[in-house]
Nanobody, 118 residues
Framework: QVQLVESGGGLVQIGGSLRLSCAAS????????MGWFRQAPGKEREFVAG????????YYARSVKGRFSISRDTAKNTGYLQMNSLKPEDTAVYYC???????????WGQGTQVTVSS
């Protein structure tokens, strides 16, 4: 059974940083893209960042480029999202996902809340 388990969310002040983790298990992800999506209250889920699991190529939404950094540790089967210079508009539930591409998701994590406040 494939599982993606997020951790690292929480409450942070404007301008602060958080690192989210996504521990993956149940299959090999060498041909997959691991991604992060987020959903704010009353809004649709949106793509945030993605990384090609084997090659390491990265992709970012325009709204987070330069502030967020996605990475993975293949030995630990864990992905990370480093979030810096956080803004109130980054407040959302963040979901880890994996699939053949960032637009084709096969697996979702349960989500972790990130709240940015003053």
């Amino acid at each position: 059974q494939v599982q993606l388990v997020e951790s690292g969310g929480g409450l942070v002040q404007i301008g602060g940083s958080l690192r989210l983790s996504c521990a993956a298990s149940g299959r090999t992800f060498s041909s997959y893209v691991m991604g992060w999506f987020r959903q704010a209250p009353g809004k649709e889920r949106e793509f945030v960042a993605g990384i090609n699991w084997s090659g390491g190529s990265t992709y970012y939404a325009r709204s987070v480029k330069g502030r967020f950094s996605i990475s993975r540790d293949t030995a630990k089967n864990t992905g990370y999202l480093q979030m810096n210079s956080l803004k109130p508009e980054d407040t959302a539930v963040y979901y880890c996902a994996a699939g053949p591409s960032t637009s084709m998701v096969d697996y979702w994590g349960q989500g972790t809340q990130v709240t940015v406040s003053s």
